[in-house]
């Protein structure tokens, strides 16, 4: 069975920094692209960030754009998210998914996801 497992959330102040990462098992895990998403209370689902499955194109979602980065070492089955210059506003449960060819987006394209960790930063 595929694993994702989150980690690195905590509680920062704004403009603080923060790394999350995603480790995962059970996948072939260079096959797929690696996305992250984030859920606020009472709000959908948002598209953070993917990178392709040899790490060589990125797409940051333009709310974070110039904040956050997102890596992956396919040797180590991880991904990570940088985050920096953190906003109230990023305040959500962050989520690591996995889509078999899936450099995209659309949380419908992606198969696997992680359980997710709490990000939360205070003003």
């Known amino acids: 069975q595929v694993l994702l497992v989150e980690s690195g959330g905590g509680l920062v102040q704004a403009g603080g920094s923060l790394r999350l990462s995603c480790a995962a098992s059970?996948?072939?895990?260079?096959?797929?692209?690696m996305g992250w998403f984030r859920q606020a209370p009472g709000k959908e689902r948002e598209f953070v960030a993917v990178i392709s499955q040899s790490g060589g194109n990125t797409y940051i979602g333009n709310s974070v754009k110039g904040r956050f980065t997102i890596s992956r070492d396919n040797a180590k089955n991880t991904v990570h998210l940088q985050m920096n210059g953190l906003k109230p506003e990023d305040t959500a449960l962050y989520y690591c998914?996995?889509?078999?060819?899936?450099?995209?987006?659309?949380?419908?394209?992606?198969?696997?996801w992680g359980q997710g960790t709490q990000v939360t930063v205070s003003s």
């Open positions: 998914a996995a889509g078999a060819g899936a450099y995209t987006t659309d949380t419908l394209k992606y198969t696997h």
């Open positions: 059970g996948l072939t895990f260079s096959r797929y692209a």
